[in-house]
């Protein structure tokens, strides 16, 4: 199946300190990627959805200038947390998919998730 | 939001027992898809059931899928220690619910 990385797999920065999670698509062109949080034995909450070449579409309650997208290329997205504070403290894990978003679509493919532990 | 409930929300079982999940959406869906996560990892998907489909059989793993009473179930046979996790059900939108956590003792 697709495989989907995400780089580092781990960070314990200071409050204050920006923060920049890769998601990588390994095997295909990733058209559209995903954002989730997730707090512990919580679920996955969408942050943001990216299709490439068009600017990031946030879930309500997530402040995009907080949490940076930039779905550089097809193989690429990147997440930045700025500014950030214990609060932040999260599992972030990324997905991607071969094809645009509709409902008809199929499988998504996650990452292995990015823990980030702000002190 | 279409989100998906999954039912029990913990399930404790002995290696080789079934385990039955069962998972509730509240709008119309093209289709399910089941995903499994171990404790603080990434999701990996399970299986995909469309809306026209009514059940789906991948190795030990049985999805159904009920539109009319919107519900799926996932029932995991003969289950193994390896199945320890939780399980997400979500509907053609990205909604996921919190889970069943399943835990298989030997």
């Not at chain 1, 504070?85 to 894990?93: G, L, N, W």
């Not at chain 1, 645009?100 to 679509?105: A, L, Q, R």
């Not at chain 1, 292995?112 to 532990?117: A, D, E, F, H, Y």
Request: net charge positive.
């Amino acid at each position: 199946g697709a495989v989907v990385s995400q780089h580092p797999s781990w960070v314990i920065c200071k409050s204050g300190t920006s923060v920049k999670i890769e998601c990588r698509s390994l095997d295909f062109q990733a058209t559209t990627m995903f954002w989730y949080r997730q707090f512990p034995k919580q679920s996955l909450m969408l942050m943001a959805t990216s299709n490439e070449g068009s600017k990031a579409t946030y879930e309500q309650g997530v402040e995009k200038d907080k949490f940076l997208i930039n779905h550089a290329s097809l193989t690429l997205s990147t997440l930045t947390v700025t500014s950030a504070h214990p609060e932040d403290s999260s599992f972030y894990i990324c997905s991607a998919r071969d094809r645009p978003w509709s409902p008809e679509s199929g499988t998504q493919y996650f990452g292995p998730g990015t823990r980030l532990t702000v002190l | 939001s279409q989100q998906g409930e999954e039912d029990p929300q913990a399930l404790s079982i002995q290696e080789g027992e079934n385990a039955t999940m069962n998972c509730s959406y509240k709008t119309s869906i093209n289709n399910l898809q089941w995903y499994r996560q171990n404790s603080g990892r990434g999701l990996v998907h399970l299986i995909l059931i469309r809306s026209n489909e009514r059940e789906k059989h991948s190795g030990r793993l049985r999805v159904t899928l009920d539109t009319s009473k919107k519900s799926s179930s996932l029932l995991i046979t003969a289950s193994r220690a390896a199945d320890t996790a939780s399980y997400f059900c979500v509907g053609s939108t990205l909604t996921f619910g919190k889970g069943t956590m399943l835990l298989v003792s030997p």
